[in-house]
């Protein structure tokens, strides 16, 4: 075991495995992050805290991951590049882990540009596949990234992200193959909702034996409100959300059960896809529907290892 | 290779100039008379607006090249308007301000905002292609600056936001590791994107001070 998180044991074992996300608030209240933790405690087997998500600032990954692992619920602490340098990563990861947190998340960040302080300035002093090989790094040869020796254990379980939707389509299997290769030991996915294209990216990636190497968890965003769908469809860079599901949110008598069901079908079809070893339940600020959507996709109950 | 200005607001420049009642004027005829920013119109177009405002203005040139150290001989040769100002208005670059405040002792205030170091891609659209990083890796992205065109300055991209060759930052910016990668596959070197580029040394860029060099 690496860090012998909730997460790592049930992906290491060979299990399906369910995560989930939880956006800490734009505020101080921890008890925003408990009831959240209440939420997902028994539908998932880890939940994503993510940082300063689309460049909006939140409470912070880590804190998030305290509050939740306080909660019973296995903590992801994201980080993005964004915001801060190789010090502060590195020293926030030495607090996570001293915090009990054993699951890093690495990501280059959405562009400041999107969130509530564009006239920021952006530290991208490392990229997320560089990021990847530091944490493994000081797991591994317990070392920082100038040589210096790290005192104390050094247990994570990296993770990394990936978008099969993104271009070129070609290159993002070898986007991920580099990931792999720096040290990723579990994958999570933008959104799926265009199955056949996730499909062959899957193939593509089985092909090279990365699903021997990695656990990938495709992503699943429920959606709520046909205004939603038309959104991600119009405006989210990197999302592609056919029409018809679209027409279907739009044709709905009750949206969010039609959300819920989508969700649910999208499920059952890429856990028939060979080399996923998960699914990324991402419930933005709906994470209620966190474990219906996991019940009625027979996911539920979570192993308990 | 050109420095790429545009005129700061006439507010901001009403306020630096604060109680300065008198001013001198100085354009550049390089770059910013190129930009048309601080060429013989535009210096005349800022004399009426100042003196609209009703400020003084004791005199005017468009100098060569406002870096280059003949600014000094120039500014000697206006002794006599320039002394007569309480501060001097540059229309030029910052290293043009620069120049002109090393060689007087009145203050020098900008009117420009310097953009960056840029090319001309097609008349009049000019683009930034290098930011003097320090340390160049252009040997490997194809002759493309990953530092500058990409939105991240990502040195393993192209990442997840990056789509039908547009950055995810806006539709209007082409995603530059799309760029590098549609060279890269044209010279036939794809697989030298499956390389994991290493942590880079910043120590060369703007981290230390300015940078100098004495060469020998
Ligand atoms: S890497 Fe980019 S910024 Fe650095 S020297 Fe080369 S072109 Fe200029
Ligand atoms: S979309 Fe392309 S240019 Fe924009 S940040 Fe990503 S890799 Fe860089």
Known sequence: MKAG???????????????????????????????????????????????????????????????????????????????????????????????????????????????????????????????????????????????????????????????????????????????????????????????????????????????????????????????????????????????????????????????????????????????????????????????????????????IL | MITITEQKPIEEIMQSLGTAKKVYLVGCGTCSTICHTGGKSEVLDMKEKLEAAGKKVTGWMVVPTACDELTKYALEEQAGEVKKADAILAMTCAFGVQTLAMFTDKPVYPALNTLFVGKEEAPGQFIEVCMQCGNCVLATTAGICPLVRCAKGLLNGPCGGSVEGKCEVSPDIPCAWQLIYDRLAALGKLDELEEIVPLRDWSTSREGGPRRITIE
């Open chain 1, 5 to 303: 998180t909730n997460l790592e044991k049930i992906l290491e074992s060979g299990k399906f495995a369910v995560t989930a996300e939880a956006g800490p608030p734009k505020g101080t209240s921890p008890a925003v992050m408990l009831k959240k933790g209440e939420a997902l405690r028994n539908c998932c087997d880890a939940a994503n805290v993510t940082d300063n998500q689309t460049a909006i600032v939140r409470m912070s990954s880590l804190a998030g991951s305290v509050l939740l692992k306080q909660q019973n619920v296995d903590p992801v602490m994201q980080i993005v590049c964004r915001d801060r340098n190789r010090l502060a990563i590195q020293s926030d990861v030495l607090g996570a882990i001293a915090l009990g947190v054993g699951n890093f998340l690495c990501l280059s960040g959405d562009h400041q540009k999107f969130g509530n302080h564009p006239t920021a300035k952006s530290v991208f002093d490392i990229d997320s596949i560089q990021l990847i090989q530091t944490l493994k790094n000081m797991r591994d040869e317990k070392k920082f990234i100038c040589g210096e020796y790290i005192s104390g254990e050094v247990p994570m379980y990296i993770g990394a992200a990936a978008n099969p939707y993104a271009d070129p389509f070609e290159f993002r299997v070898t986007r991920l193959a580099k990931k792999v290769k720096a040290g990723a030991d579990f994958i999570q996915t933008q959104a799926v909702y265009d199955v056949a294209k996730f499909a062959k990216w899957m193939e593509m990636a089985v092909d090279r034996g990365l699903d021997k190497k990695t656990h990938i968890l495709a992503g699943v965003i429920p959606i709520r409100s046909a205004g939603m769908a038309r959104y991600m469809r119009d405006y989210v860079s990197g999302v592609s959300v056919p029409d018809e599901v679209v027409t279907r949110m739009e044709q709905a008598a009750n949206a969010k059960e039609e959300g819920a069901t989508i969700a649910v079908e999208l499920i059952e079809q890429v856990k028939e896809i060979p080399g996923v070893h998960g699914v990324h339940i991402m419930a933005v600020s709906w994470e209620d529907i966190v474990s219906e959507i996991a019940k009625r996709a027979g996911l539920l109950p979570r192993p």
